[in-house]
């Protein structure tokens, strides 16, 4: 059993939560580093993974956050990977991405047992706004792949739905899961 305390899209600058212990801490993106290391630190975490959302800036994470954009991590056995940022809805900004960027970029990461996402899968938790729409890519690698969870913001709602074998979990400020694998 592991617990893990999820950001995404938090809006205040600072962490004042009555979440008091967890293991690993996961950034959905939309959250400031300096609330990822105060919850980091607040919670007594052992690992802290994120991935970038829409409205971030394009500097890297600092120790101890590390970057699952494109990669996998591993922390008790558990694999982990993950996808920064969203729709190109606007000419120019960081992590925004096309349909078919996202679909070959995918294609290339390996199976993981929990994904962090800060866009969700299309046709799950999305709005027909043109920003917060989901990708097809990420429907595309849970049907191939199965993670167990596949975690994301971005779409400013707490909400959960299952597809398929995957728990797509949308998180709006913080969340405490306990998570068994499988």
Request: glycine share 8%; hydrophobic share 35%; charged share 25%.
């Amino acid at each position: 059993m592991m617990d893990i305390l999820v950001l995404a899209d938090f809006e205040r600058f600072s962490w004042d939560s009555d979440v008091k212990d967890a293991d690993l801490l996961l950034s959905c993106g939309d959250v400031s580093e300096q609330v990822i290391l105060q919850a980091a630190e607040d919670t007594g975490c052992e690992q802290v993974f994120a991935v970038k959302g829409n409205h971030d800036k394009s500097d890297e994470f600092s120790d101890p956050i590390v970057d699952l954009h494109m990669t996998v991590e591993e922390f008790r056995g558990v694999k982990f990977g993950g996808f920064n940022g969203c729709w190109k809805y606007k000419p120019r900004g960081h992590f925004l991405y096309q349909e078919s960027e996202v679909e070959q970029l995918m294609r290339v990461l390996p199976p993981v047992d929990i994904f962090l996402a800060h866009n969700s899968p299309r046709g799950i938790h999305d709005r027909e706004d043109g920003v917060h729409q989901g990708f097809r890519g990420f429907n595309t690698y849970i049907e191939e792949h199965e993670p167990s969870l596949f975690i994301h913001g971005h779409q400013h709602i707490s909400t959960e739905t299952q597809m398929s074998n995957t728990r797509v979990l949308a998180v709006y400020g913080h969340q405490l899961l306990a998570w068994e694998p499988r």
